[in-house]
């Protein structure tokens, strides 16, 4: 009579199937949760160093928002005076990061690289990183008005990777409060990344409707097929960019606070204040793992591809493949 052993899967088998069911439930749903990103004490360093930024910035927001109301472009409310909404507010992204190497850590997260290495790709580099307060609305104006933001895409254009499961970019959101149906949580159609056909979202309620803000009176839930992100403090909520999305309204009691990290390959840009953070940083010796100096873009990526950015190439031929042409002898010598 023969018996089965049951063999136990290493560590590293588990984490390697973890990752595998995670890869797939995003290109089949265009998300995923990744629970306790940040816990204990970890999450906790990371929200005091939250409060201590935003009380910086809620001075100026609160400021601006007292001198009224009005309407930009886009038909978005804003607080005359100052360039944050009405009802949320964002933060410097170094005056978060400079606050603790925690929250430093958390945009290269070890929970979070693995599926990002995966997705976006080796090459995976921070590109756009949002610090942001949303404030409670009253029952009325939630009635009224809906959330922050209507039902969107962040992106439409990159139908080369809408297929093959690899996005153009991914975004992260890390929630430091707990976030359910009241508490201005993100909502999402499962699967809409890969619609051919948009839906007629004009008709939902939620602010930045722009032409289409007075035709807005269903409410952000009755989109077919929708379902609210609950998620706790410290974990995240991770989409591609082409998924249908909104931010449903915050009648609660509390802000909503969350750090909104966009995850993008190395060949895209990265916007100004990302830059500004990453010199910063560098300067203050932050910046000092492979990763972290991947992510805020000062070192050579660690994928397949080993091209040299220009800003770290010294004018030597021994290892340029970015270009094959005739250089000239001295700068700005015209070859003949």
């Keep these: 009579m023969s018996t089965l052993t049951e063999t136990v899967p290493a560590r590293d088998d588990r984490a390697a199937s973890i990752l595998e069911d995670q890869v797939a439930a995003y290109k089949r749903d265009g998300f995923v949760i990744i629970e306790d990103v940040l816990q204990g004490v970890e999450l906790e360093r990371v929200q005091a160093a939250f409060e201590r930024a935003q009380a910086r910035t809620r001075v100026d927001w609160e400021e601006g928002r007292a001198k009224g109301k009005g309407v930009s472009e886009i038909g978005e409310y804003y607080a005359s005076g100052t360039w944050h909404a009405r009802k949320f507010f964002d933060i410097y992204p170094l005056h978060l990061l400079e606050q603790d190497d925690a929250a430093v850590e958390m945009i290269a997260h070890p929970r979070l690289i693995p599926f990002l290495s995966a997705t976006v790709g080796e090459d995976v580099q921070a590109a756009t990183i949002q610090v942001r307060v949303l404030e409670p609305q009253s029952a009325e104006d939630a009635q009224e008005e809906g959330g922050y933001v209507t039902w969107h895409r962040d992106h439409t254009s990159d ?57 807005k009176v269903r ?46 390959p190395f060949y895209q840009k990265q916007p100004g204040v990302t830059v500004e953070a990453a010199v910063s940083l560098e300067a203050a010796g932050r910046l000092n793992t492979p990763i972290r100096r991947q992510l805020f873009g000062l070192e050579p990526m660690t994928g397949a591809n080993g091209y040299k950015r220009l800003a770290q190439h010294n004018g030597s031929d021994e290892d340029d493949r970015m270009f094959k042409g005739v250089r000239p002898p001295r700068l700005g010598q015209r070859v003949v």
């Design 159 to 215: 139908e080369e990777w809408r297929f093959q499961g690899r996005p153009l970019n991914t975004k992260v959101l890390v929630y430091l409060t707990d976030v359910g149906p009241d508490d201005g949580c993100t909502a999402c159609v499962p699967g809409s990344h890969l619609f051919e056909e948009r839906p007629d979202h004009s008709i939902y309620k939620g602010m930045g409707g722009g032409e289409h803000q007075a035709t």
């Design 219 to 264: 409410d952000q839930r009755d989109m077919p097929g929708m379902i609210a992100a609950e998620v706790k403090a410290g974990s995240a909520f991770l989409f591609n960019t082409r998924l249908w999305h909104t931010t449903l309204p915050n009648p609660g009691d509390r802000d909503r606070w969350a750090v909104i990290t966009l995850y993008s």
